[in-house]
T-cell receptor, first 113, second 115 residues
Framework: SQTIHQWPATLVQPVGSPLSLECTVEGTSNPNLYWYRQAAGRGLQLLFYSVGIGQISSEVPQNLSASRPQDRQFILSSKKLLLSDSGFYLC????????????FGPGTRLTVL | GEDVEQSLFLSVREGDSSVINCTYTDSSSTYLYWYKQEPGAGLQLLTYIFSNMDMKQDQRLTVLLNKKDKHLSLRIADTQTGDSAIYFCAEKAMNYGGATNKLIFGTGTLLAVQP
């Protein structure tokens, strides 16, 4: 069966510090991978998605970036965090072919102070 | 633009039925989904329905789809306190080339179950 991991689970960072959040998927090959941010207002905002190694699509221009160095690894980064980067970050995967449903990781709670 | 709308809040008593409603935008969407999010957790896929179906039942969950009105609902029978969560509907995003790799999520409905 497939599982998706995110770490860390929680993170408190000062403004201006760098960020690296990691997501890995087990039990599948060549998944589509997604990063979402969920602000306190509850809605999900798609940040990046990837259909393969080194292929990143950015949905919202901002000070975040994403990379996919391996087939089942997706990393969300920032060089300098802003207060507005605080939120709940969710990674998701879906099979390359199929109905299209996405499966979510447990999330990372980021607080920027 | 693309907008999937849901009411923000629903309160029910334990044992009653809950009905969570959603209106979606793209009549060509092939699949529609319901997700559940418990506090501090990721989203859990509850069920899905294919666009050529009107209804799908899965234990306590019943999904109704009205394609003409682009309306989707999730009924939870015999609602329990463990059903308290945020519920998101989602549609498969389409473009002129067909299905995309993306889902469009609704704003989420907070279901509060009173004992």
């Amino acid at each position: 069966s497939q599982t998706i991991h995110q770490w860390p689970a929680t993170l408190v960072q000062p403004v201006g510090s760098p960020l690296s959040l990691e997501c890995t998927v087990e039990g599948t090959s060549n998944p589509n991978l997604y990063w979402y941010r969920q602000a306190a207002g509850r809605g999900l905002q798609l940040l990046f998605y990837s259909v393969g190694i080194g292929q990143i699509s950015s949905e919202v221009p901002q000070n975040l970036s994403a990379s996919r160095p391996q087939d089942r690894q997706f990393i969300l980064s920032s060089k300098k965090l802003l207060l507005s980067d605080s939120g709940f970050y969710l990674c998701a995967w879906r099979p390359g072919l199929g109905r299209g449903e996405q499966f979510f990781g447990p999330g990372t709670r980021l607080t920027v102070l | 633009g693309e907008d999937v709308e849901q009411s923000l809040f629903l309160s029910v008593r334990e044992g009653d039925s809950s009905v969570i409603n959603c209106t979606y935008t793209d009549s060509s969407s092939t699949y529609l989904y319901w997700y559940k999010q418990e506090p501090g957790a990721g989203l859990q896929l509850l069920t899905y329905i294919f666009s050529n179906m009107d209804m799908k039942q899965d234990q306590r969950l019943t999904v109704l789809l009205n394609k003409k009105d682009k309306h989707l609902s999730l009924r939870i029978a015999d609602t329990q306190t463990g059903d308290s969560a945020i519920y998101f509907c989602a549609e498969k995003a389409m473009n002129y080339g067909g299905a995309t790799n993306k889902l469009i999520f609704g704003t989420g409905t907070l279901l509060a179950v009173q004992p």
